[in-house]
């Protein structure tokens, strides 16, 4: 496994591996990796002939509050897992091998961002954006992967590839959780034992609202509310949302809809000083 820090270079090597007929794989990280990880490079490994990840704790999509100096950093037991998963190159840029120090370029994605973790974050979705354009043109996938786990961000990510013709299949791979749940994050080793507990109030939340979406007649607005009731209930637990929303969209649903309607149940609460982000898929039963 190679192990690059040059933007230059990682293009030379994954453009040797495309001369050689390869398909390129990317997963984008920031390293501190965990089995959610594990899971999109075991995917692009499968699917490709040639594998990148990257590791790089972006600046820009940290706000000023935001945890990105303690943000963990794993690099050895990161290379070791990649080493493991079967990746070819890891790309591991210095801040400013990604980012001159005149640099005034953003990718902006529009109304998606704004909402939820757009609402919560103001510019994350601008930081996200701009780095992911930067590693997708470093590291030349054809198909780059992402976890649900970060739902509306693969949504940013699709309608930006979209609108800028990126020659790239985004690839979104299923939440991996604890066997109690919780849902797989660098973030939840931040978590005391006792806040670990309560974090599990986010993926049960979840499973209720699953529930509550399959009983034949069920009101989204409803389902929301008792999802809100029982995060709100939560001792140690702060929600900043809990909500229903179109899958493609993120807009709220009607008050009423058909059986057989597809949404997303996207909850974020604070649990301590760590901010927790979780989501399920469902259909109305
Ligand atoms: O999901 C992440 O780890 C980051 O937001 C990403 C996509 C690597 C961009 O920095």
Do not use: W
Request: glycine share 6%; hydrophobic share 40%.
């Amino acid at each position: 496994m190679l192990v690059e820090s040059c933007p230059q270079q990682t293009l030379q090597h994954v453009t040797a591996a495309r001369q050689r007929g390869l398909l390129t794989g990317c997963v984008p990280t920031m390293g501190a990796l965990h089995q959610g990880h594990v899971s999109l490079m075991q995917r692009a490994r499968s699917e490709c002939g040639y594998v990148t990840a990257t590791i790089f704790v972006n600046p820009t999509q940290f706000g000023p509050q935001e945890d990105f100096s303690k943000y963990p950093r794993t690099l050895q037991s990161d290379l070791q897992l990649c080493e493991q998963a079967g990746v070819d190159l890891v790309f591991t840029p210095q801040t400013d091998q990604m980012y001159a120090a005149d640099a005034e370029t953003v990718v902006q994605v529009g109304r998606l961002t704004t909402l939820l973790e757009g609402a919560h974050r103001p510019g994350h979705f601008d930081g996200v954006t701009t780095v992911v354009a930067k590693l997708l043109m470093i590291t030349q996938p054809q198909k780059a992967y992402f976890g649900q786990k970060d739902y509306q961000q693969q949504l940013v990510v699709r309608r930006m590839v979209r609108d800028l013709n990126i020659p790239v299949e985004i690839v979104t791979c299923p939440i991996i959780r604890e066997s109690d749940g919780l849902a797989m994050s660098s973030r939840n080793r931040y978590l005391t034992a006792e806040e670990r507990q309560t974090a599990t109030a986010l993926s049960g939340a979840l499973r209720l609202a699953e529930r509550l979406c399959s009983q034949s007649g069920a009101v989204p607005s409803v389902v929301e509310q008792q999802m809100q009731q029982m995060l709100l209930q939560t001792p140690g637990l702060v929600l900043q949302y809990a909500v229903l929303a179109d899958p493609e969209t993120l807009q709220p649903l009607p008050e009423r809809v058909p059986s057989g309607t597809s949404c997303v149940a996207l909850i974020a609460a604070r649990v301590g000083t760590t901010r927790l982000i979780d989501n399920l898929l469902l259909v109305f039963g």
